[in-house]
């Protein structure tokens, strides 16, 4: 069944570079709901999208997606009019597609390591670590991010951090420098999605002020965070959304 629905997802996302309307058969028009703020409802709206986004020929490359029960995760790169790096998640029931969320943000690198934004491991391994990297994250955010609890940031991470966001480098200091600037803060965790050795955690806060979701994605390794993906976006006021689900 995971499988079968990576497939499909895939499928649906490369559907972007045609506009082919039939791309998007696997949302469940009457049960979709969107979290996309900049989005209609339903799979009419995703079609419609699909066909705008065509006419700045676009290209779509999936470079990661993985499943966790009833959910598929996917980290994207596209090429439209400006080049952009994305999370996109979906809730499945059965074979079909009934809830999606997204967190999409340009792309910008190399950092000063020289890393891109979505280069590094593709396949999840250690699947019967899922539940325990899982926890892992989940106890890396909560008690580091969200309580702020940087004296424990040496139990999580490790010290040569592979890091892939594009305004940090290398290593466990430099993470630690960003963090005690305050210029970003974690106030809340909404989920956190996991497949072998790795782990999205879905969070919200602030950057320098602005409300924003923060989609992070670690590698974990014998209980350490070792490599790190994110995307970051601002949240856009509820006056400007285009249904009425919320971005979480």
């Known amino acids: 069944m995971s499988e079968h629905r990576k497939a499909q997802i895939v499928r649906l996302l490369k559907g972007i570079e045609t506009g082919d309307p039939d791309a998007v058969s ?13 989005t209609h409802e339903g799979s009419e709206g995703l079609a419609a999208l699909f066909r705008r986004l065509a006419t700045t020929n676009p290209r ?35 074979n079909h597609a009934v809830e999606h969320w997204d967190n999409i943000q340009p792309r910008r690198g190399p950092n000063a390591s020289g ?37 424990r940031l040496d139990e999580f991470v490790a010290d040569d951090l592979v890091q892939h966001s594009p305004s940090l480098s290398d290593g466990r200091e430099a993470l630690r420098a960003l963090l005690e600037t305050g210029r970003v803060t974690t106030t809340r965790l909404h989920r956190v999605l996991a497949e072998g050795c790795f782990a999205l955690a879905v969070s919200e806060g602030e950057r320098d002020g602005v409300h924003t979701a923060f989609y992070d994605l670690y590698r974990v390794h014998a209980g350490r965070l070792v490599e790190h993906w994110d995307t970051v976006e601002a949240v856009p006021p509820a006056a400007e959304w285009k249904n009425t689900n919320g971005k979480f």
Request: proline letters at 2%.
């Open 26 to 38: 696997v949302v469940d028009e009457g049960r979709y709901i969107q979290h996309n703020p900049q």
């Open 60 to 94: 779509v490359n999936l470079v990661r997606v993985f499943s966790d029960g009833d959910y598929v995760f996917a980290h994207t790169e596209y090429d439209f009019a400006t080049r952009r790096i994305g999370f996109e998640i979906f809730r499945f029931q059965g």
């Open 115 to 151: 890393r891109s934004m979505v280069d590094g491991p593709t396949e999840a391994t250690d699947l019967e670590a899922t539940e325990a990297n899982r926890a892992r994250v989940r106890a890396f955010v909560e008690e580091v991010l969200v309580g702020r609890r940087l004296e």
